[in-house]
């Protein structure tokens, strides 16, 4: 089964600065990963998602991540931020690639972003 | 939330009643999960299904905790009874299939006093 681990459980940047959101992710098979946003008090909604293809992936609000299979991670990017992306951001593969559990998201711990005027 | 409705938005009960949440899911998706969501332990999955059978449960806590989805438009996550500490945000999601996106509801946050 994969995991993934989000290196940093907060990250506090400033308005226009720019931003980037660990992931690192362990799996033998093969890869889906997701990054899903979770704005105060709402659901999670897709960010971007990486099926195969391109290794760098472009998502909503500017956002874009790269797939790197030698490192085995997805790290989250923005080059400026706006306060509006004030949020908690997860980074989540499919529990397995295979099988009846494949619909599993193995959600990782979650980074909080707050962005500061 | 792409259309995934969840009921009641906000409940609020005493210690050992029974508390029932519901989902209500956009068709055409065959997996539906429910996860709770503390600061403490973060984003958990209880139970999820698959075509309407319960496929894994084994994030469900306590027998207090039961979960049904009597058809593909319809799921409930029932506590019975109710502890201060279930309190937390619950979310319900569905999923269609391989390299697809789960799809949120805005969750039902619970308190228990």
């Known amino acids: 089964a994969q995991s993934v681990t989000q290196l940093d459980s907060q990250v506090p940047v400033f308005e226009e600065a720019p931003v980037e959101l660990r992931c690192n992710y362990s799996s033998s098979v093969s890869v889906y990963l997701f990054w899903y946003v979770q704005y105060p008090n709402q659901g999670l909604q897709l960010l971007l998602k990486?099926?195969?293809?391109?290794?760098l992936v472009k998502g909503i609000n500017g956002f874009e991540a790269e797939f790197n299979k030698s490192q085995t991670s997805f790290h989250l990017r923005k080059p400026s931020v706006h306060i509006s992306d004030t949020a908690e951001y997860f980074c989540?593969?499919?529990?397995?690639?295979?099988?009846?559990?494949?619909?599993?998201?193995?959600f990782g711990q979650g980074t909080i972003l707050t962005v500061h005027p | 939330d792409a259309g995934v409705i969840q009921s009641p938005r906000h409940e609020v009960t005493e210690m050992g009643q029974e508390v029932t949440l519901r989902c209500k899911p956009i068709?055409?998706?065959?997996?539906l999960f429910w996860y709770r969501q503390t600061m403490m332990r973060g984003l958990e999955l209880l139970i999820y299904?698959?075509?309407?059978?319960?496929?894994?449960d084994s994030g469900m806590p306590e027998d207090r905790f039961s979960a049904k989805m009597p058809n593909a438009s319809f799921s409930t996550l029932k506590i019975q009874p109710s502890e201060p500490r279930d309190s937390a945000v619950y979310f319900c999601?569905?999923?269609?299939?391989?390299?697809?996106?789960?799809?949120f509801g805005p969750g039902t946050r619970l308190t228990v006093l």
């Open positions: 990486y099926l195969s293809g391109s290794t």
């Open positions: 299904f698959n075509n309407n059978v319960p496929i894994d």
């Open positions: 999601a569905v999923y269609r299939g391989r390299g697809d996106e789960q799809f």
């Open positions: 068709s055409g998706h065959d997996y």
């Open positions: 989540a593969p499919p529990g397995n690639a295979g099988g009846t559990s494949y619909g599993k998201l193995t």
